[in-house]
Nanobody
Framework: QVQLVESGGDLVQPGGSLRLSCAASGSIVSISAMGWYRQADGKQRELVATITSGGNTNYADSVKGRFTISRDNAKNTVFLQMNSLKPEDTAVYYC????????????????WGQGTQVTVSL
């Protein structure tokens, strides 16, 4: 079994910073892409940022220049550093990972964490 556990969500004032973490554990051979998505109340889940095993990153336009995604491959962990937070960043943030679980196949499956709440408000 594989589990992704997020942490770091909190209530923060506009202009503040937060750092989210997501650790994958369980039966893991390798992880290719990892990413962060978010879902605000009444809205669809949207991409925030992704990162490949080689460190190539991709960001939503709304967070470019404010958020930074990184990962520790040795610890199967992905991070999201969020600076200059705005009220519109308020959402539940989910991490995901494309994981290969067995050595006898290259098939990967996408796993999701349970989500962590980020609230940006005075």
């Amino acid at each position: 079994q594989v589990q992704l556990v997020e942490s770091g969500g909190d209530l923060v004032q506009p202009g503040g910073s937060l750092r989210l973490s997501c650790a994958a554990s369980g039966s893991i051979v390798s992880i290719s892409a990892m990413g962060w998505y978010r879902q605000a109340d009444g809205k669809q889940r949207e991409l925030v940022a992704t990162i490949t095993s080689g460190g190539n990153t991709n960001y939503a336009d709304s967070v470019k220049g404010r958020f930074t995604i990184s990962r520790d491959n040795a610890k199967n962990t992905v991070f999201l550093q969020m600076n200059s937070l705005k009220p519109e960043d308020t959402a539940v943030y989910y991490c995901n990972a494309d994981i290969r679980r067995h050595t006898w196949t290259t098939t990967e499956f996408r796993y999701w964490g349970q989500g962590t709440q980020v609230t940006v408000s005075l």
